[in-house]
């Protein structure tokens, strides 16, 4: 038996009866890391003793007869914008290459309470800016079902990490699109919570008004299990919500009869490879085999989602992003003059050319003269597609489209042309600028690749989605597939 | 063109960076058709539209202003480039 291919759930009950050990179950998959990281590159940091250190702890519990709970003994990999007190993380920048936080962010706390063991720190694109994680200042991660092509990004390292068996779930943040793009390409399960459903204390801000730390797993199942881990109001993130925390596996119901399915139709538009709008036009019909209710609608505003973002989010980033400035962490330069010789060439040396392309982009949209015609004017648009989206909740329970027009592309098709890169998010973005919830999982492949469907619902609702992916899931065998490396 | 090869010079003084005469050329380009796709905005007519800067219903959230624990010191000057005497160390400002 590969444990290593098993579910959270499935680990859980074989830990329970006592089949395996949660060291056991640890070591295989760093032995797994061992054996397929050279071909995935998923991780920049590997933590093998303290994960260890947490399995024995969870064995002891086992063994005393203690109710352990689901999560427990599990090999979660964290995306390396998250904070791990005492672990490196990086961002995977050379600004932050030596960043040892002194605190753990509260996903990480939450997780090291439900007993969750840390396999290590899984790469992404320099401060989560990027579609494909070819934007790591470190190295490229790549796509475990063809190790030619892209995982997707920003947080690659972790989707490709569960795909290849290196870990059973993990965290990743999205922003316009960076859990469920990735979970698209690699064909596992991504979920981007409501924003201000969990906590982004320590999570290293991009965009802070879209950005959300969201779970990966290989089914339905283990993402309400994580989901219920991560979750809940924290008083050290004042943008998060108080609301009480259902129990999300509560909704895993095999069960979409009356549900109402709105396809937005222009996410089906021109530009969707054929072969990906064949398997998603499948998955659709199959929900409305199982008794649903789809039909298509539309989401007027969604053309302008793309340019709404690119003022808002590198805007928010220059303006996060100010504080590396050489003085208190991360890198600095040598041999300066004064203070301001020191920013600007700390600054320069770090900072890799895309982050800077958006620091530029969003201090120009910021700039006196222009914040009106381009902030303020995108803050506007903003307001319109998130009433497209209150428009259609009016009428369906849940809207369902592509994750992405495409399948996952080859590295280096992109890196020459950053807007080209931009549209990879053209169906993940407006989800972010709603704050709604929305979530990838495996529908099929076109030409050997997969092919995620996007399920979006209410703010809050994630209920909704979680049964609808639960129901397809039970239907279909499409989250059995794996990879061979 | 909508900016020019000295506004990307002045940007990036702005954003604290120092770019290098390639680094300007090529920005000024990819800038430009950034830019130029963004432009499409203008076919909305807004001006009646409150901007939404934030999703959620949230007002100003505030506790009580009352002392808690932090960061030791030495916690807080532990990832410093350089610290002398408990504080953070920086090159000359005047």
């Known amino acids: 038996m590969q444990l290593f291919r098993l579910t959270a759930h499935e680990l859980h009950d074989l830990l329970v009866k006592k089949e395996i050990s949660a060291e056991e179950l640890n070591l295989a998959v760093f032995d797994r890391v ?37 999560l427990a003994g599990i090999p979660v990999a964290v995306k390396d914008n998250i904070c791990t007190d005492g672990i490196l993380t990086t961002a995977c920048s050379k600004m932050l290459a030596n960043f040892v936080p002194p605190y753990s962010a509260t996903v990480v706390k939450r997780l090291d309470g439900a007993g969750a063991t840390m396999v290590g720190k899984a790469n992404l694109d320099e401060f989560a800016m990027g579609s494909s994680t070819e934007n790591s200042a470190f190295f490229v991660t790549h796509n475990p079902w063809d190790t030619e092509r892209v995982p997707g990004g920003s947080s690659g390292g972790s989707a490709a990490a569960v795909a290849a068996g290196e870990a059973i779930c993990s965290l990743g943040s999205d922003t316009g699109g ?22 982004r204390y320590g999570l290293i801000a991009f965009a802070s008004s879209l950005d959300q730390i969201g779970p990966f797993s290989k ?21 998060s919500a108080k609301y009480s925390v259902p129990d999300y596996t509560g909704f895993l119901r095999n069960d979409v009869r009356g549900l109402k399915i709105g396809v937005p139709q222009e996410y089906i538009a021109e530009g969707i490879n054929p072969a990906v709008r064949e398997v998603i036009e499948k998955a659709l019909a199959r929900l409305e085999a199982l008794g649903a209710h789809v039909e298509y609608t539309t989401l007027p505003h969604t053309e302008y989602a793309l340019s709404t973002y690119y003022l808002i989010a590198p805007a928010e980033a220059s303006s996060n992003l100010a504080r590396y400035d050489g003085v208190r962490y991360g890198f600095r330069a040598q041999n300066t003059d004064d203070v301001i010789d020191m920013f600007m060439k700390t600054r320069s040396e770090a900072f890799g050319p895309e982050v800077k392309r958006r620091i530029m982009l969003g ?14 004017k995108a803050l506007r648009v903003r307001t319109l597609i998130k009433q497209d989206f209150d428009r259609a909740f009016e009428k369906y329970d849940l809207l369902i489209s592509p994750v992405c027009p495409t399948t996952a592309f080859r590295i280096g098709e992109k890196t020459d042309d950053p807007l080209e890169m931009y549209l990879s998010d053209v169906c993940t973005i407006s989800i972010n600028l709603a704050g709604i919830p929305g979530m990838s999982i495996p529908c099929g492949f076109a030409q050997g690749m997969p092919v995620g469907l996007q399920l979006m619902g209410r703010h809050f609702d994630e209920a909704t989605l979680l049964r609808a992916a639960y129901t397809f899931e039970q239907n279909t065998d499409y989250h059995k597939a794996v990879p061979e490396l | 063109m ?26 000024t380009k990819s800038l430009n058709a950034i830019l130029d796709y963004l432009d499409m905005l203008n076919r909305l007519d807004t ?5 939404a800067a934030h999703v959620l219903p949230l007002k100003n959230i505030l506790r009580e202003d009352k002392l808690q624990p932090s960061l030791d010191k030495e916690q807080a000057l532990a990832n410093a ?12 400002i005047v």
């Open chain 1, 34 to 70: 061992e054996a397929v990281d050279d071909k995935v590159k998923a991780y920049v940091t590997l933590t093998k003793e303290r994960a260890l250190e947490q399995a024995r702890s969870v064995d002891r519990q086992i063994h005393s007869g203690e109710k352990i709970s689901p």
């Open chain 1, 178 to 199: 960076s859990i469920r793009l990735p979970a698209s390409f690699c064909g596992v399960v991504g979920l981007k919570p409501t924003y201000g459903a969990v906590s």
């Open chain 1, 219 to 239: 089914d339905v199942t283990d993402c309400a299990m994580m989901l219920k881990v991560i979750s809940g109001h924290d008083p050290l993130d004042s943008t």
């Open chain 1, 363 to 376: 201090t120009y949209a910021l700039s006196a003269g222009y914040y009106d015609a381009y902030y303020l």
């Open chain 2, 2 to 27: 909508i900016i020019s090869e000295r506004d990307v010079e002045q940007l990036a003084f702005l954003s604290r960076l120092d770019l290098t005469a390639e680094d300007k050329i090529a920005y």
């Open chain 2, 47 to 51: 001006d009646t539209v409150e901007p």
């Open chain 2, 81 to 92: 480039p350089e610290e002398e005497e408990g504080a953070f160390k920086v090159p000359r």
